[in-house]
């Protein structure tokens, strides 16, 4: 019974201990297997980034973000510029190269997978030159790898050179002609005496424009725009030197110059800037000949310098182009010959104004009171003889234009003319001057 209680120990304790070691066989089976479940859902990612000067982008910020759910991981670049991260998800990826807490690159939908890190490298210089193309609208055919060559790089910086600098001058144009069309809009105001101009120089010197102060206040609205001239011109001619094909540039010179010259009273600058206002038109014209406007325009400065077939034949060139607004065109030479005191001229302008379709209505007017300056007066009886045509321009202003604002003066100067026609035709003639 001894013998057989100690085998049955002995055999207990034996089954015991394999059980025991079969059981922690199974756990350590059981842990190698979990660990490597746990490994392969991890991955890695590796690059390299290369600066805009071609070599290696040392302590750069590597910003690595989930596409899928939200995970956000950083990496630093090493002295070669390279960087690894390891731990990371399965899953969808965006890396970012960040400066200065800027992005200046990024790509995504990259994968990791555990079999093998993910792959990311940036060349900087590539992707800015990649970027530049596509602002200056530049096709590139990328090499075999996605790259670009040194020949492609240099074509695209280039043009992206060429770009900002085109940039720069439009900026510099724009503030120049801003600045100029600003001080040109003030000094018409001024020049004309317009109200607003009146009312500050009144507000300014503590002054009341109903005691007499408008008078005063008119001179120096001429001062003022005479300065907002001075203000004008040298912009727009920084303007022009920045971009000399921009036709209105040019046009608005030749309306500063022409402005200035009608303020001064002194007859050699009035000609300088007539001469100046002209040049600049003619530039205009060279490059928009088919602008009505600076015919128009440029034949008033023409007439102003008393070039007065030279002028009708700009303003005969205005009409032709801008065949709707040619009434008015012949309106403007008409007024600007009156004022030269070329009558015979200004007559002939007033007439084309109102043989146009449609007529400039204020053109009959203008044209009346042209032609009684024309008069003369008879050496035998010394009444007042009506140029041909006086009467009959009168006549169709006012049935033309019976709420006119010129209309009252018409109608008074056909009752004048009405009693000179009596006194010479069936009244007692006027006493010879002795």
Known sequence: MVNTGVQTRVHTGVNTMTKKIWALGMLLGLLTLGAGTASAQFGQMTGQVTGEDGKPWPNGIISIDREDIKG????????DGK?????????????????DGKPLFKQGNITTRMNEPATVNVNLREERARTEAQAAGVTVTEQAGGKLSEEQMAAIEKAASDRAESIKKRQELNKNFGGAMDALKAAKIAAESKTPCVEIYAESTGTNTAQGAVSGSLDKCRVIASQKY????????????????????????????????????????????????????????????????????????????????????????????????AGQYFFNLGAVLVNKGAMKEASDAFTKSTQTTPPFVEGYYQMGVTLIGMATIDPKTGAMIPAPGTQEALEKYVAAAPTGPNVAGAKALLESLATTVTTQVGGKPAPAKK
């Open 230 to 325: 001075d203000e004008a011109i040298p912009q727009f001619e920084a303007a022009a030197a920045v971009d000399a094909t921009q036709h209105v540039i040019f046009a608005q010179l030749g309306e500063a110059w022409g402005g200035k010259a009608t303020l001064t009273r002194d007859s050699a600058q009035k000609k300088e800037f007539y001469t100046k206002s002209i040049d600049n038109y003619k530039k205009a014209i060279a490059i928009k000949a088919d602008d009505a406007s600076y015919h128009n325009n440029y034949g008033l400065a023409l007439a102003n310098m008393g070039m007065a077939a030279e002028a009708q034949a700009e303003l005969t060139q205005a009409a032709s182009l801008d065949p709707v607004n």
């Open 83 to 99: 960087f690894f991260h390891a731990g990371l998800p399965l899953g969808k990826f965006s890396v970012t190269v960040m400066k």
């Open 72 to 79: 956000h991981y950083e990496v630093k670049t090493n002295k």
